[in-house]
C-alpha cells in the first residue's frame, strides 16, 4: 500500500483548505460582535426610552393630580359594575369633593354613589344615568346631593365613562348650583307676584277708565244744553244780560276743556291716547292760536312777541294735539302775568331738533311746585290739579320729544319744547 505525503508547502491545497475554516470563524465572531453590539445599543436606546417615558408619565400623573386635586369643582371617579343604582363604586375623590360632601375621604371611598343622593332620587334618577352612561358614555343632568350633617344641595353633574384595561370607569365633575337654583325660585315667585300685580293693575285701569268714560259722560250731558242755551240767550239778549249769557258761555266752555283734559289724561295714563300727525307748519299754527288768544291778552294789556327763524321747517305732529298744548302753556302765561307785561314765543331749529320757547314775566313757579309740576292730579298753586301741564308732558312725548321748565319766582318762566326735526318715525 502506497501512502503518499500531504502537501503542506505554502500555497498548496491543504494550507488552503485548513485556512478557510478560521476565516469563517473569524468572520463569525466579527458578526458576533457586531451583532451583541447592536443588541446591546438597542437594549441600552430601549430603556433609556423606557426611563424617559416613565419620567414623562411620572410627570403627567403630577400635572393632572395636581389639576384633579386642586380643581374647584368637585370631582368623583368610580368603578362601574353595572347600570344599576348602587353600581357605582368611588374609587378616588379630590379635595373639592370632600368639602362638598363633608365625608373623609375614608368615608367615600369604596362606596357607592347613592348614598350621596336623597332616597327619592335614588332608583329613578340613578337607574336612568346609569343607562344613559351604558348607551352614551356621557351624561349631563340635575340633582341633589345629601351632605353628611344632612343638608341637601342642588347639584349639576357632568359625567363621562371610559374603559382602563377593559375596566370601565365614571369621571363625574360636579357644580354647586344651589344658589342659583334659589335665585331662579325666587325668580318665578317674583314672576308670579308681579304677574298678579298685573292682572290686579289692568283690571283697576280698566276700571278708572270706565268710571272716567261715565264720569265724563254724566259731566257733559247737562253741560252740552247749558252751552247752546248760553249761544241762544246771547243772541237774543243785549246790554248786561248779553255779558252774563257770554260769561256762562265762556265758562261753560272751558268747563267742558277741562272734563276732556281729564278724560285724556286717563287714556293716557291707560296708552291709548293716541296721535295722527302730519306736515304743519308752526308759523300759521303760532299765528291761528295768537289770534284766538288775542281776547286774553287784550283783557290784560299783554303783549305777545312772536319770533321765527328764517326758513323754519315744517315739523311731523298732530296739530290738533300740538295747538292744545300751545293754548294751555300762552293760557298758563296769560293767567300768570301781570297787567301790561310781556309773552315771548321764539321758534328755531338745528339740525335735529325744533324748539318753542314760551317766556313771560310773570309771578313764576315755586321750587316745591317745579318738581311736581307735570304730576297729573297733584295739586300745586301754579297749574291747580296739574292736569294741563301733565297732559301737555304726555303729547310731547307721543311726538316723541321733550318738554321742560325753568322758572324764578316772582321774575317768570319759561317752558321749551323739543320736537324731532324731519322725523316721521
Known sequence: MRISKLNTSPGSTAERHQTRPVSRLNSLATKYKMTRRMINLNLYRQNKEQKSQKLNCQKLYRKYKTIFDLSSDPIVIAEV????????MIVEINEAAIKHFGYSRSELLMHDTSFLHPPEEVDALLSWVGT???????????????????????????????AIDNSPISIAVIRDISERKSLEKRAIKLHQAEQKFRIELESQIYQRTEFYKALVHELKTPLTPIVLNSEMLEDNLEGKHKKLADNIKLSSLELLARINELYDMAKGEVGTLQINRTWISLFDLINEIAS??????????????????????PVYADQNRLKQVLVNLLNNAITFSLPKNKITMICGFNQKYVTIEIMDEGTGISEDD?????????????????????????IIELHSGKIRVKSIKDTGSKFSIILPANNTD
Not at 352612561?133 to 353633574?157: P, Q, S, T, W, Y
Not at 317745579?370 to 304726555?394: I, M, N, Q
Open 132 to 162: 344613559e352612561m351604558n348607551k352614551n358614555h356621557h351624561v349631563f343632568f340635575e340633582a341633589k346631593h345629601l351632605r353628611k350633617d344632612g343638608n341637601v344641595l342642588d347639584v349639576e353633574i357632568h359625567a363621562t365613562q371610559i
Open 370 to 394: 317745579l318738581h311736581k309740576l307735570f304730576k297729573p292730579y297733584v295739586l300745586t298753586k301754579s297749574d291747580g290739579l296739574g292736569l294741563g301741564l301733565a297732559l301737555s308732558k304726555k
Open 81 to 88: 359594575k353595572g347600570t344599576g343604582p348602587h353600581d357605582r
Open 292 to 313: 284766538v288768544l288775542s281776547p286774553s291778552l287784550n283783557s290784560k294789556q299783554l303783549r305777545l312777541h312772536l319770533f321765527f327763524r328764517p326758513h323754519l321747517p
